[in-house]
């Protein structure tokens, strides 16, 4: 059987891939460039059994999907700009709580209301450091309307497996452009589900965490098991502990949880590294930018290469540490003023020249651009 | 087949978008790439609104246009900001409504009546975008008038059918009746 092939936008495969990960509630406000996440949902949704509510804002949106998602739904909550702000404090919520949940953000250019039609990639350090505390942030960037509709899967697969929420960080330029798209058939990419605790089995510690497994199995709220959700620190009965002790241990675990499976959840792409000389790091939207430029400077005999962040956090350091190893000068390119850059230099540790390329303006980067710095930089004049 | 870079441009509700869409899909169904972006202000109704086309035969990396094959404008603000600059041998279809204050730097240029024409012969003045299409395909040759039908009928509401596929006709015969 051959896979339909069709035009499909970003932001309807953003909900098509939910959809085929098993998405069935969608809580939310529409904002500009995202709502057609919302719209979408809401038209889509109901045919599968599922449910989609307008919140009264975009804070009521994630508080209604955290609580499907305790409920034993698979949910998600979509915005932009300003909505992103106010997701924050739940976000911070749900990691502290455990609850498995996909947010998606289809940034546009900010400051505050900012260029609601226009894009940028400016939320980048906000989706790992934007609650308060310390907590780990799972978050994919995809470059293509088609990975969008994978991303999503494999964001819902993510938050499923680690018990955690998860963020797929598009942009305006992803989420609104329409592209060919081989649609997957069922079956063709995997669905992971979250382990439940069995109706009815009453678990005196909830969670407390079972050999062999990464998270402890997940109550379903209301099926008679113990289930309390807090976001006070709490011990393994779920219920508040002030104990700094217990606090070690849990603060440990939801980190742990990630960190020690970074080679599970980072996803990368390399792209005529193997002999580069001088490489770009790059990810979302940008990368269509850097890709075409590294085409032209092949074209042109100058060895360049691309390392594309697919998981942008946790950040690819392995990857880029590698890098750094193989290249004497990397340009960081984001539609921002110089944010993921940082992240690169704190990795590669002045291995090698790490440069930022970028502006928040909402004008994506030409190729040309890039193919100009590229030869200054040979020149020695940047 | 060289990658096509087409501009749309016009007013917000005028249906440059749609129209393509319509391309890009006909584009996808010949077994092409195509992608289609837009750029519009917040407002609903009026403004400047764009439409990108890109089709080519193979994977299309950077999502905007930079080197337009064709540009159509269907308002004066429209033509204003985008009928300049464009490479020589590009194709320039405006709305005979249209005073070009620029240079456009290209003069293969169709000035067409589409606005008159979808007001009056086709008696919708909302297929403006539809007879555009149709001149369009019937300037580049990118589709069969089947193939072309095919895609219009597949995006427009149940029950303008008629009036779309007059639309089509009327594109083309505005291109074959053009004298340059």
Known sequence: ?382 | MKQLELRLTGSGGQGVIMLGVILAEAAIKKGHFAIQSQSYGPEARGGASKCEVIIGSETIDYPKVQQPTLLLALTQIAADKYAQNLPQDAVLIIDDSIELINDPGTENIYRLPILVTARDVVRKELTANIVSLAAINQILGLFSKEELLEAVLQRVPKGTEILNQRAVEAGIELVQNHVG
Request: net charge negative; glycine share 10%; charged share 20%.
């Open chain 1, 1 to 382: 059987m051959s896979n339909k092939i069709t035009l499909m936008q970003g932001n309807e495969a953003c909900v098509q891939g939910a959809l085929y990960a098993g998405y069935r509630f969608y809580a939310g406000y529409p904002i500009t460039p995202s709502t057609e996440i919302a719209e979408l949902s809401a038209t889509e949704l109901p045919k599968v059994g599922g449910k989609f509510i307008q919140m009264e804002d975009e804070i009521g949106g994630i508080a209604a999907a955290i609580g499907a998602s305790i409920a034993g739904t698979k949910s998600m909550t979509a915005t932009s700009g300003p909505g992103f702000s106010l997701k924050q404090e739940n976000i911070g919520y749900a990691a502290m709580a455990q609850i498995p949940l996909v947010i998606v953000n289809v940034m546009r250019g900010g400051p505050s209301t900012g260029l609601p039609t226009q894009s940028a990639q400016a939320d980048i350090m906000q989706a790992k450091y934007g609650s308060h505390g310390d907590y780990p942030m799972i978050a994919l960037s995809p470059m293509s309307v088609r990975e969008t509709f994978d991303l999503t899967v494999r964001c819902f697969n993510l938050a499923e497996k680690y018990r955690t929420p998860v963020m797929l960080m598009t942009d305006e330029v992803i989420g609104h452009l329409r592209e060919r798209v081989v649609v997957p058939e069922p079956g063709e990419l995997e669905i992971i589900n979250r382990t439940t605790s069995e109706a009815g089995v009453l678990r005196p510690r909830p969670y407390e965490k079972q050999p062999g497994e990464i998270v402890p199995a997940m109550s379903v709220f209301g099926d008679g098991n113990r289930a309390h959700t807090t976001g006070l620190f709490y011990n393994e009965t779920g219920f508040p502990s002030n104990s700094t002790d217990n606090a070690k241990i849990m603060l440990e675990r939801i980190f742990n949880k990630v960190y020690d499976n970074v080679d599970d959840i980072v996803q990368v792409e390399e792209f005529e590294l193997d002999d580069a000389e001088i490489a770009f790091v790059t990810f979302g939207s940008t990368s269509r930018v850097v890709k075409a430029a590294v085409k032209a400077l092949r074209a042109e005999g100058i060895k360049a290469g691309m390392l594309r962040a697919i998981t942008i956090w946790p950040s690819p350091e392995k990857q880029i540490r590698e890098l750094a190893q193989k290249v004497d000068h990397i340009i960081v390119a984001e539609q921002n003023m110089g944010q993921y850059v940082r992240e690169v230099q704190r990795i590669v540790e002045g291995q090698a020249r790490v440069q930022h390329y970028g502006r928040g303006n909402g004008d994506l980067i030409k190729p040309q651009e890039l193919v100009a710095l590229v030869k200054e930089v040979e020149h020695g004049t940047k």
